[in-house]
């Protein structure tokens, strides 16, 4: 007995130290749902009826950019969550909570904020990216995908992807496919022109796709039903590896050769080679529940969660 226990406390030590702690921090203004990073700044949507703006190699806080206060259904004044938030041409987007649960769009440019989409238009929007400077994609609960002309504040086109609930969206690098994850396990994949089905990914999750990412010809999806599913679009193949709780988060490389995901339920995050399945490394001193992954280049990443910290890591 007294030899198991030994061999226990080794093992747990030995497993403790190939966890990797994170090498810098940032202190948000609230919990943090969302962040994006541009031209060495991190744009970083919160909980807290702002968006606050960091210097990335310094970790220092330059800016924070901030949206009225809403009102709940009793009435009262609360703080308004900052959903989602992107940046092009120095003009930042920026979706949150609208009053008793609605959604509104902000446009900050050259000091200035300025509402696009109110609480009246009664879009329940559940993300917004920048497709160019005067174009906006909006994704809907309602699994809806939107085309928004920013100057003449209205509709391109308007395309239902599917029956199943949205879970998020994301652009390739030349902006011209968007990829569609849902409660499903299905990925669809749709053209930037007027929103047509290209191709739909199926086989692999089998629920609900809570985050999908897509870099150089990889997609890669966090999974409720603990699946990570790595699809490479250059040779039509996919596989997937589990985990041992919920996958709440993902996020690839820029090559997508290497792929982070949301491991356990402490909150660590994995990362591996898209190529090989190597396991490349394991990070802790995450808080809460993951909400984003975010490479700042092949080794370099962050990592974000319900908590007001922001971790930066590095893959040795």
């Known amino acids: 007995m007294k030899t198991l226990f030994i061999l226990a406390v080794f093992f747990f030590s030995l497993y403790s130290s190939l966890l990797q702690e994170p090498i810098l921090q940032y202190v948000s203004s609230g919990g943090v749902v969302d962040m994006v990073a541009d031209n060495n700044r991190l744009y970083v949507a919160t909980t807290a009826s702002c968006v606050d703006i960091f210097d990335i190699r310094s970790a ?3 800016n924070t950019i901030k949206v009225p206060k809403i009102k709940d259904f009793m009435e009262d004044i ?4 900052v959903y989602c938030v992107d940046t092009l041409d120095n003009r930042i987007v920026i979706l949150s909570q609208g009053n008793k649960g609605s959604r509104r769009v902000h446009l900050f440019k050259q000091g200035n904020l300025a509402l696009l989409i109110s609480n009246e238009d009664q879009l329940y929007i559940s993300k917004v990216r920048f497709l160019d400077k005067n174009t ?3 994704g809907l609960l309602g699994n809806e995908l939107i085309s928004y002309d920013i100057e003449k504040k209205k509709i391109n086109w ?5 029956h199943s609930k949205f879970s998020d969206l994301v652009l390739n690098e030349k902006k011209d496919e968007i990829v569609v994850a849902d409660e499903s396990g299905n990925l669809k994949i749709l053209s930037v022109n007027k929103g047509f089905l290209i191709d739909t990914l199926s086989g692999q999750n089998l629920d609900n796709v809570f985050q999908v990412d897509y870099k150089n010809g990889k997609i890669a999806t966090a999974g409720q039903d603990r699946r990570i599913v790595v699809y490479d679009r250059k040779s039509e193949s996919a596989y997937y590896r589990t985990a041992p709780f919920l996958i709440y988060s993902v996020g690839l490389s820029p090559s997508g050769s290497k792929v982070g ?3 356990d339920e402490n909150n660590n995050v994995t990362v591996f080679n898209t190529y090989t399945q190597e396991t490349l490394g394991r990070f802790t001193g995450n808080k809460m529940t993951l909400t984003k992954i975010l490479f700042l280049d092949e080794n370099a990443f962050l990592v974000s969660s319900d908590d007001k910290v922001i971790n930066l890591f590095q893959v040795k």
């Open 60 to 62: 220092k806080r330059i």
């Open 78 to 81: 609360i703080d308004s969550k």
């Open 136 to 138: 906006l994609i909006l």
């Open 158 to 162: 308007r395309v239902h992807v599917s």
């Open 261 to 263: 995901f949301a491991s």
